[in-house]
């Protein structure tokens, strides 16, 4: 099933509907508790904020069907940082979501942002509202460093929680795998100007040269441009062995379709930006053969423990999860573990008690046990390697089916 960004957009209003339209409904005597999913909807990165949406989406619904939460009904009301002006992610537009929902007393806790652009702009501002966040995508590893406290943390308390690792894994282990398992000597290495690319690609390029391979060269590229071929024939006179992309697809889709036809035969490599639904309805096959990309989190979309997390999804959805949809759903379920924590405890459900009952939180989800250090890192550092191998036979636009899950990748 091939889903548009019209289309996703679509069903994404149809989910909040159905969302607010329970809430409404709810029992007199419930409390409803807000959660705002902030991702984004509009632009370069739509198919897979929707989802990252769904994710987040079944959990809450699951949770208010069963009456997990006794007496509580939980509404998620969603928040587009995409604008047609960025055409992708948009900073600015991610602050104004920030703002509004701690603005709203009714809000308790958030999902996302998707991007770490987004979340250095949101960050700061849901720090003075005490309102946590739980990313399931953003790996900037600024955000939750104790160096940039003052900065994304001004408030003094971790409120930037992650089911996912930051870049400083991400980054440099796929450095690892690059220099140990594909023997690559020398990569050129690029970046969207982005916060999360610039920050991916600069890990990876301190590991890199640390393991022995030679940096031939970096350049900065503007997403907006609609020509990288002037950048990409200089890489090719330089003959590098391994090219390397740190940056979500709005640059993406260019680098590729362009890579593809001026740069053949050298191995090409990204983080979770490349690993994209977009790399194959944007991009498609052949131009993506090949890529390799990373994730922030373990490959869990074929693990047995997540068998009825992707029948639910499917039967629900239309189409298949992927693993940021499990880390969405996992996000949720904190949400969900710390507001039942409270509930039976007998304490007041606000955006204070909920931001230190994820903190202190230890409860399993659909990851498996999750806890987050002090500073709301997750404690688990896996990293996962997938390469783009067209499947003729599978859905195509189904990253299950267009890819091939490599491994673990080597840690640094």
Known sequence: MLITRRAAGKLAGTAAALALLRAEGARAADQVVKVGINLPFTGADAEDAIRIFDGAVLAFDEANETHAVPGITFQYDKY???????????????????????????????????????????APILSQGDLATVTPSSTNPDITNPKFAAQYMPAGKAIYFRTVTTDAFQGPNMANYVAETLKAKSVYVLDDSGAYGVGIADSFQ?????????????????????????????????????????????????????????????????????????????????????????????????????????AAYQKKFGFAGTDYAITAYAGAQVIIAAVKGLKAAGKPIDRHTVRDAIQALHTQTLLG??????????????????????????????????TVYIGVAPSA
């Open 80 to 122: 587009d940082d995409g604008t047609a002006t960025a055409g992708q992610y948009d900073p600015a537009q991610a602050a104004t979501n920030a703002r509004k929902m701690v603005s709203d007393p009714a809000t308790i806790a958030a999902i996302g942002p998707e991007m770490s652009g987004s979340g250095k702009a949101m």
């Open 206 to 310: 301190g590991q890199a040269e640390k393991k022995g391979v030679k940096i031939l060269g970096r350049d900065r590229l503007d997403p907006k441009a609609a020509d990288y071929s002037a950048v990409l024939t200089k890489i090719k006179a330089l003959a590098p062995e391994a090219l390397y992309y740190g940056g979500v697809m709005q640059a993406g889709v260019k680098v590729v379709k362009q890579s593809y036809d001026i740069l053949p035969g050298i191995i090409k490599a990204g983080g979770d930006g490349v690993y994209s639904n977009e790399m194959l309805t944007a991009v498609g096959f052949p131009a993506a053969e090949g890529w390799y990309a990373s994730i922030a989190s373990p490959h869990l979309t074929a693990d047995p423990a997540a068998k009825a997390f992707m």
């Open 369 to 402: 046990p999750t806890s987050f250090d002090q500073y709301g890192d997750l404690t688990d550092k896996t990293v996962s390697i997938f390469q783009f191998k067209q499947d003729a036979k599978g859905k195509p636009d189904d990253l299950i089916d267009q």
